[in-house]
């Protein structure tokens, strides 16, 4: 989704982007965890198909490009 990519490139500013295959690693991890949540919802933003953190709230197809990003249960780096 545009608008999180954006986000997520504002708030990654400084941050290099890992490769495709930590990508996929760490989209594997969140894919098994009970905290993933299968549609994008905020207050403002309702987006289908796009996966989000229930805890951060990241969407999370943006959270796993960027090297300064965490999971914040500590189930990657
Ligand atoms: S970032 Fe961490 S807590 Fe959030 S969905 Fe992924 S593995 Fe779960």
């Known amino acids: ?3 999180t ?3 997520g490139a504002v708030k990654n500013f400084d941050s290099d982007i890992v490769s495709k295959e930590i990508q996929q690693q ?3 991890i969140c894919n098994q965890c009970p905290f993933k949540r299968a549609d ?3 207050l403002l933003v309702n987006k289908k198909g796009v996966a989000q953190c ?5 969407s999370l197809t943006d959270k796993v490009l ?3 990003e965490k999971c ?3 189930k990657w780096t």
């Open 26 to 28: 760490r989209l594997s």
């Open 1 to 3: 989704m545009w608008l």
């Open 72 to 74: 914040p249960k500590n």
């Open 66 to 68: 960027w090297s300064d």
């Open 54 to 58: 229930k805890i951060c709230k990241c």
């Open 5 to 7: 990519r954006l986000f």
């Open 40 to 42: 994008f919802k905020t």
